[in-house]
């Protein structure tokens, strides 16, 4: 591995310099070659395949997976239709391993590192993610070691030969980055896609840093909502409380209305009560002077006839005796009535208690 504690040299800086033009180039011309291939054996074409994966693109790139520049790539304006060569590595790993219409295993675990007897597409294009995230982290300061260098590139080129189609004759290009001329312009240019490398993992950083704090917004004003549900459900129940108050209140006042007219009718009653009492009371007076009178009437025939009557005065005090007891029916008969009144006043309040209590 590449190591800050060893002094740099020219040659550890040309070690790093072609891995990285052999991932770079290499890397790239491998990947666009699996996608195409991949598009041919799902008989569809590039276009087509991204207008039929076009949601799920927009989802990658709501999530921060793809960026805004690499989606107006994919559906540029003016209705250009793109092709793998419009792409660079880090777009089309993520399409490769992202999009349905490429046929690959949805089921790989693309984070875990491949073990060494896997030799599936999968596992080769995950190969290259992760020497293309080595390689980019590397200074070119510090450089890499000759050892590190020679393991690195038999394992990168292993990859290439096994993924590339015959016809694109990788080997004698794996060949030509191993031993070409460097000059400080192509130096320069691989230079320049690190930084986009570098640049694009920062862009991701930070989108991924924003839908965590969207997430943690969403959540807490899903916490708010459901505070705010409670709260809905108190007032409903405050409410449901104020209703049964209210109506227990309007039954009370009902029943003092009632209470309120049966006293008044109590008092009515007592007041009859007392009505009837003097008019008995008036009754039994006059009872009492008609004897008075009769009692009187009698001396006044004893006196005026003595002990021997005649038929006539006998009439006569039959006539007086008839009109006292007729007298006597006659307040018999209002008393009566009187009694009766205030007995069935008597039962009518005693029912209406009833219905109270």
């Known amino acids: 591995m590449a190591t800050g504690g060893q002094p740099q040299t020219l040659d550890n800086r040309i070690f790093l310099f072609r891995l ?8 790239l011309l491998v990947l666009r070659n699996i996608l195409d291939q991949s598009l041919t054996s799902q008989c569809i074409t590039f276009s087509a395949c991204l207008n039929q994966e076009k949601s799920t693109i927009t989802r990658l790139k709501s999530r921060g997976v793809i960026t805004q520049i690499q989606f107006d790539v994919l559906f540029p304006a003016g209705g ?35 073990a060494p ?12 993610k992760n020497f293309r995230n080595k390689i980019s982290h590397i200074s070119t300061t510090t450089a890499i070691q000759q050892n590190d260098f020679t393991a690195w590139w038999n394992d990168i080129e292993q990859i290439l030969v096994r993924r590339c ?5 990788i080997q004698q290009t794996i060949g030509e980055f191993k031993t070409c001329p460097l000059d400080l312009e192509e130096e320069r240019r691989i230079q320049k896609e690190i930084k986009k490398w570098k640049d694009y993992e920062d862009e991701v950083d930070r989108l991924k840093q924003e839908m965590t704090d969207v997430r943690k917004k969403v959540t807490d004003v899903k916490k708010d909502l459901e505070d ?39 008092k009515k009653g007592l007041e009859d009560v007392k009505e009837n009492d003097t008019a008995v009371k008036r009754n039994i007076e006059g009872i009492k002077e008609n004897v ?66």
């Open 117 to 128: 007897t896997d030799v599936t597409v999968e596992a080769d294009i995950c190969r290259l």
């Open 165 to 169: 189609s015959p016809a694109l004759n």
């Open 20 to 27: 990285q033009i052999l991932v770079i180039d290499g890397g």
């Open 80 to 114: 250009k239709v793109p092709t793998s060569s419009d792409l660079d590595i880090t777009l089309i790993i993520c399409l490769l391993r992202s999009l349905k219409c490429f046929g690959l295993n949805k089921k790989f675990d693309w984070g875990a590192t491949p």
């Open 228 to 266: 705010i549900k409670e709260n809905v459900t108190d007032v409903k129940k405050v409410k449901k409380d104020l209703e049964y108050v209210k109506e227990s209140d309007t039954a009370m006042k009902r029943n003092l209305e009632d209470i309120k007219a049966n006293v008044t009718n109590v």
């Open 292 to 357: 008075t009178e009769v009692k009187r009437d009698i001396d006044e025939i004893k006196r005026r006839q003595g002990t021997d009557e005649t038929r006539q005065d006998r009439q006569k005090k039959g006539n007086i005796f008839q009109r006292f007891f007729e007298r006597r029916r006659y307040n018999r008969s209002k008393t009566s009535k009187i009694l009766l009144k205030y007995a069935m006043h008597v039962v009518f309040q005693t029912w209406n208690k009833s219905n109270l209590c």
